[in-house]
DNA sequence: CTCCTTACTTTGATTAGTCAAAATAAACGT
DNA sequence: ACGTTTATTTTGACTAATCAAAGTAAGGAG
């Protein structure tokens, strides 16, 4: 079995590769996983012999097929146990990214399918994040965001791209969950300022930065 | 925080010492460990430097009450998550202590009050062990074994103290699940056999082994 | 009392994962 | 093209947890 520590690795370089076959940067990597390079470095070279990643020297890794399976079942792992701890037991949505990241190593498959079934199959957790199916597949549609979207078009929050319990507090309070509907009156690239407005509320001023984290769909 | 190793030796320490306090000797520790005495000395010299235990050389270790504040805490765990996988996943009462043994080290406390919450704040496991309360009280009540009650007196079934799969795959079987009413019919020390007798079945042959982990109380 | 058995402890080695700091390679700017 | 910056790799050291095997202490059996 995989241990902890390679499951985090892999998940990871799936999350930074999002979708494509990209090769990600040992850098990326070890600010990810919160290490210093030189232990992604010596982490990567094992990981490369057992089979789960490709490690181009000095460019960056790619996970292989096996070790991409891995990290699929983790990511649905993860996702899912956010599902149930934000349907189920009621948390908070900003604290439960920090409580799945240790119970997507500590859950069988069986209760991954149990706990699949018990919240019907759901197809992305409470932040809009695709849960990757039991065969492997994960959504990787491109989506616009608040900070790209054309100006004045209704819209609808698909996701929140940010784990971060602050940001997450703050969507929250604004209003912006997935599944809201919202529209951007203002976006002044000089300031650097986004002015987006729910149906039926106050106009709300975000940064670019955060702007970039809402994922939205034009609304149908 | 303590690492689910530590966790391990000092839960395995309040179950071996059962809710006296005697002295736990090093070679049941190793035992119920799976590992190698050595092992559990090096292991018991650090927990005493940590102050988990109380560790007399040759004779034996005991937890000191942080020690047991922190075994107690994990026990809880374990417990109501194998009420969880049972009661709400209707996960097989005999696979659901493997699971809890890795789940009892990644949740939370806060996720351990809502599970607690949920399930209606249960008092005893599907195996019928006692769940230790939030503020630290374990029921230690003693009672009797189909090995050792008075014979042809009703009796009601408490508690299986064996978590083996093999084992709890046959009391399923033969209906000996505890709540159940049942009486021993014949006990014969010579040969070693029990003979039991659920109020509408045929009698079911036990050894004294077997028989010795299915407490019971008269029933009421 | 002496020897033996048994449980326990010690010692030395191993594996997984990590960091600090030095070494190296590639890219970049002038 | 040359020196500089930056990312990456290497090296050496450390912690937690483990085992194998050798050493030691106590408690009987005779
Ligand atoms: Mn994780
Ligand atoms: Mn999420
Ligand atoms: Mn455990
Ligand atoms: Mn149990």
């Known amino acids: 079995m995989a241990t902890s520590t390679v499951e985090n690795y892999l998940k990871h370089m799936l999350l930074l590769s999002e979708g494509g076959e990209e090769l990600v940067s040992m850098g990326a990597l070890a600010e990810a996983l ?7 470095t010596t982490m990567v070279k094992a990981l490369a012999d057992s089979g789960h990643v490709e490690h181009r020297p000095r460019q960056g890794v790619r ?3 096996a070790g991409r399976r891995v990290a699929l079942n983790v990511l649905r792992k993860h996702r899912l146990v956010e599902c149930f701890l934000v349907n189920v037991l009621k948390m908070d949505w ?23 079934a018990l919240l019907g199959h759901p197809e992305t957790d409470p932040h809009g994040d695709p849960i990757p199916s039991r065969q492997g597949k994960l959504d990787s549609q491109v989506y616009a965001t608040l900070a790209t979207c054309v100006v004045e078009k209704p819209l609808r929050i698909i996701r929140i791209t940010d784990q971060s319990a602050e940001f997450l507090l703050f969507v929250e309070q604004n209003g ?10 203002e976006r002044n690239l000089a300031s650097g300022l986004v002015t987006a407005k729910k149906t039926a509320g106050r ?3 975000l940064s670019l930065a955060a702007a970039g984290k809402i994922l939205i769909q034009p609304a149908r």
């Open 63 to 65: 996970l292989t097929p």
């Open 176 to 185: 912006l969950l997935p599944g809201e509907s919202v529209r951007v009156t």
């Open 94 to 116: 900003a604290a439960v990214d920090t409580e799945a990241e240790q119970l997507e190593h500590a859950i069988s498959d069986e209760v991954l399918d149990r706990l699949d």
């Open 34 to 40: 919160a290490v210093v390079p030189g232990t992604v």
């Open 203 to 205: 106009p709300l001023a």
